[in-house]
């Protein structure tokens, strides 16, 4: 029997498998971290880092990329983002302000993201300031996570630089994304 269906409506893809898993890991990091395991917690969080970047080359590598997946695994990053700075905030109260940086950051790109879309019918792919963003809150999370008795000096400037990139990112976002809608 041939299957007719389109690469792009498939469901069950090993990147998809991949990012549900990531969901799956989020309930084991928080448990490990306020069980005040968190070396145990980092490791977990490295797996779920390590999972994110083998879904995504497996997805474009083997043609698997997915609608499904476009959604699930931003869903999977961003859930996983937001659970460990909050397991942080007990431990970091700074944290705080990259809660509510990437609660605004993702609830502002949700809703001009979907407007692009149905305006342009394109998706448009994450840019550098993004990734940049994205990546100095892993590194962020990371150093706070292993580095149990990190120096408050050292954490308050790792925090703050990410506050500024997270809010750099969320400015060049928000003028591409105004810009996009007013047909510029």
């Known amino acids: 029997m041939k299957n007719n269906i389109q690469p792009e409506n498939r469901v069950l893809t090993i990147p998809n498998l991949l990012s549900a898993f990531r969901l799956l890991l989020i309930p084991l990091f928080v448990w490990l971290y306020l069980q005040e395991k968190y070396f145990c917690t980092g490791l977990v969080l490295l797996i779920s880092g390590i999972t994110d970047i083998t879904d995504g080359f497996i997805a474009r590598r083997f043609h698997m990329v997915s609608n499904v997946g476009k959604v699930l695994d931003p869903v999977a990053d961003k859930l996983t983002q937001i659970s460990m700075l909050i397991c942080l905030v007990t431990r970091y109260p700074l944290m705080l302000i990259l809660v509510v940086i990437m609660i605004f950051k993702e609830l502002f790109m949700s809703i001009s993201g979907l407007l692009v879309i149905h305006k342009t019918k394109t998706v448009f ?15 962020t999370m990371f150093a706070h996570v292993f580095w149990v008795h990190i120096p408050m000096i050292a954490s308050d400037i790792l925090i703050v630089a990410c506050a500024v990139m997270l809010a750099i990112s969320l400015l060049l976002y928000g003028i591409h994304h105004i810009k996009t809608l007013r047909g510029r």
């Open 125 to 139: 792919s994450a840019d550098w300031h993004g990734k940049a963003a994205t990546f100095l809150l892993y590194i």
